[in-house]
């Protein structure tokens, strides 16, 4: 019991994260997950849609600001329309599509065609280990709720 107990008790700070999910019989799980990737990161707010993270060659940089992504205009366009034009154009493009892409960096208006690829991403998953008692089930529980009204276990 010598090192359990060293890494479990003596050891100052947390546990990595698949040490203290297996404490309570969980498993963490990593799986690939296709998705279209449109090259680019970009959020929208005040200053309409600016680039926040550039993948590959697209002719973007961080810091631009998409006027217009191929008939979709964004000019005008503020909060919730802002948001709504730009999700309905990036979440309608399939890999192999180009976008035709209008950006402004700094006082430079400019263009870009960028082509929209598929990508796997890591996705993360936390499951329960086979075979787990109604005693585990229960500290698990706990564990969860953190002081709120547990669940009753019949069984």
């Known amino acids: 019991m010598g090192p359990v107990y060293d890494q479990l008790v ?7 994260i698949e040490a203290e ?11 690939g997950q296709d998705y279209t990737d449109v090259g680019f990161d970009a959020s929208t707010g ?7 993270r550039v993948r590959g060659a697209t002719g973007l940089a961080g810091g631009d600001v998409i006027s217009q992504i191929n008939d979709t205009s ?6 919730g329309d802002l948001q709504a034009a730009y ?5 309608a493009a399939k890999p192999g599509d180009k976008l035709s892409v209008k950006y402004k960096r700094g006082e430079t208006e ?13 996705v993360y998953s936390v499951s329960s280990q086979p ?8 500290l698990r529980d706990g564990w969860y709720r953190a002081g709120k009204k547990p669940m009753p276990y019949t069984g």
């Open 21 to 31: 999910l297996a404490k309570m019989s969980l498993i963490l799980e990593t799986k």
């Open 74 to 79: 964004f000019v005008g366009l503020t909060g």
């Open 10 to 16: 003596m050891k100052p700070g947390e546990l990595p």
């Open 110 to 122: 400019g263009s870009a065609d960028v082509t929209v690829t598929k990508a796997t991403r890591d």
């Open 131 to 138: 075979g787990v008692s109604r005693l585990v089930l229960q």
């Open 87 to 91: 999700r309905k154009v990036t979440d």
């Open 46 to 52: 005040m200053g309409g849609v600016r680039v926040q």
